[in-house]
C-alpha cells in the first residue's frame, strides 16, 4: 500500500516537473544571464551532453557542489585503480566547483553538469550516457533520477548520506514520506557519515541491510594541485610570514567578518605585527571586506590582485576559490567560519586538521557536529569549541603561548590520522560488493 502510494504521488510530482519545464528552462537562462550557470555549457543542465561517450561501462558520480565533489575524488581515483575498463563520469551543479575540480580530477574522467531533475532532462541523460551505476554524494535525493534509474536497472549508492534536520521533517510529512521510501528503496548501498545520520535514514524506512558504515569521506579528502605559478606565489607569502604572528578566519560567512575584525583589532593591541588571514566562503564576499576596510584608511592585501604584504599591512584577503587547503599549510591557527552567527551550520574541520593547524570553531556548527565529537573524544585538545566574545582571550592564549599552541596542532594532526585512516578503500569495497557487481551484471558484463 505504502509503495502505491509512492508511486502515485510520484506520478504527480513527474507531471508537475513536466510542466514546469518551460519555467526551468527560463530560470536555467536567467542564471546564465547572472554569471551563475557557465556561459558555454549551460545546456548541460539540460541533458543536452559537450562530451562523446565512450564505449563499455559507465559509472556516475554525482555531487551538488565544491565540497562534496572533493569528497568523490578519492573514492573515484580508487575506482579506476580498480575498475581501468570502466569510464567514470563526474558532475556537479556550481560553476565554483566546476571551476576547482575540472584541475583535480584524473585525465580520463568525464566531467559534466548534472541535470536538473525534470523529466526531459533526466531521461536525455540518462539515454545518453547510459550509466551502469551512480554514486550520489551527501544528499542528493531527486524523484525523477531514481526512480528514472532504477526503472533502467541502473545500480544507486549514496555515499558521505547526510540528512538535515530541515530536510528530514521534509521528507518525513505525511504527504511526502511515502516517495521518500520508495525513493530510499532504489539504493543498493547507503554509507551514512554518523550514527545519527543512520538513524535518520531509518525512520524514513530506508531498508536496513542497504546501510553500513566505513566513515566520514570529508576526512579522505586530498590535497588540491598547485600550479607553478601558484606554488611559488605561496611560498613567497610564507617568507613574508615568518616572524609574525598569524591566524586564519576561514570560511566565513557574510556577518562574521564583524567578528573577525572586532577580534583582529583586540589582538593587534597586544601583537602589533600581527596577520589576519581572513578567507569568505564566496569570493566576491573577499572583494567587499577588502573595499569596506580600504574606504576606512585601513590597508588589505588582496590575494585575486596579487598583493604583496607590505609594511603596515595586517590584514590578507583570499577572494579565490580552491585555495583554502593551500592557506591552512601556511598559518598555525584557523578559526573556522560559518559558525558564529545563530543559523549557521559549520564548515570541514578535517582540512584544517590535516595540515596540523590549531582549530578553533564557533558553537553553530550543524552536522560538522559528529566530526568535530570524533575528533574531541580522541583528544580534547583537537578542537577548541568558543562564542565570539572568548574567541580573542582562546586566539590571545595560542600566540602568547608556543607549547600550548604545538599542542593543540599536534593533537589535531593526530585526531585527523586516526579518522582518516582507510576510509577510501573501505568505501571502494563497499562498492565493489553492493554496488559494481550488481550493476555489470545488470548490463551483461563480465565481473
Known sequence: ??????????????????????????????????????????????????????PGPLFWFHAVSLGEGMCAIPVIKCCIERRPDVTVLM????TSAFEVIKHQLPNN?????????????????????KPSAIMLMESELWPNLIIGAAKNQIALALLNARISAKSYDSWSQPFVNS????????????????????????????????INFCGDLKYA????????????????LQVQLMNRKVWMASSIHK????????????????????????????????????????????????R???????????IYVVDTLGELQKFYRLTPIAVIGGSFLPGSAGHNISEAAA???????GPYIGHFSHMATQMQRLNPLSILQVSGYILVEALSNLLSDAKLLEERQEAAKQAYHALSCGITKNVCCFLDFHVFRVALANKGLML
Not at 13 to 38: D, M, N, V
Not at 91 to 94: K, V
Not at 179 to 207: D, E, G
Not at 221 to 236: C, K, M, W, Y
Open 1 to 54: 500500500m505504502a509503495m502505491e502510494r509512492g508511486e502515485l504521488i510520484y506520478k504527480i510530482y513527474r507531471a508537475l516537473t513536466y510542466g514546469l519545464s518551460p519555467l526551468i528552462q527560463l530560470h536555467l537562462r536567467w542564471r546564465k544571464f547572472r554569471g551563475l550557470e557557465h556561459p558555454l555549457r549551460w545546456r548541460e543542465r539540460l541533458g543536452v551532453p559537450s562530451l562523446s561517450r565512450p
Open 91 to 94: 558532475t556537479t551543479t556550481t
Open 109 to 129: 574522467v568525464l566531467y559534466q553538469f548534472s541535470p536538473v531533475d525534470t523529466p526531459g532532462a533526466i531521461d536525455a541523460f540518462l539515454c545518453y550516457w
Open 179 to 210: 516517495l521518500t521510501s520508495l525513493m530510499l528503496s532504489k539504493f543498493l548501498l547507503i554509507l551514512p557519515l554518523s550514527t545519527t545520520q543512520a538513524i535518520r535514514f531509518q525512520l524514513l524506512q530506508c531498508p536496513p541491510f542497504i
Open 221 to 236: 579528502v586530498g590535497n588540491i594541485d598547485t600550479n607553478e605559478g601558484d606554488q611559488r606565489a605561496l611560498e613567497e
Open 255 to 302: 556577518g562574521e567578518e564583524k567578528v573577525m575584525l572586532g577580534v583582529h583589532s583586540a589582538l593587534k593591541q597586544v601583537h602589533p605585527d600581527i596577520i589576519t588571514i581572513i578567507v569568505p566562503r564566496h569570493p566576491q564576499h573577499g572583494k567587499q571586506i577588502a573595499l569596506e576596510l580600504e574606504k576606512d584608511g585601513v590597508r588589505v592585501a588582496l
Open 304 to 314: 585575486s590582485r596579487h598583493d604583496k604584504l607590505m609594511p603596515g599591512t595586517n
Open 355 to 361: 595540515a596540523g593547524c590549531a582549530i578553533l570553531t
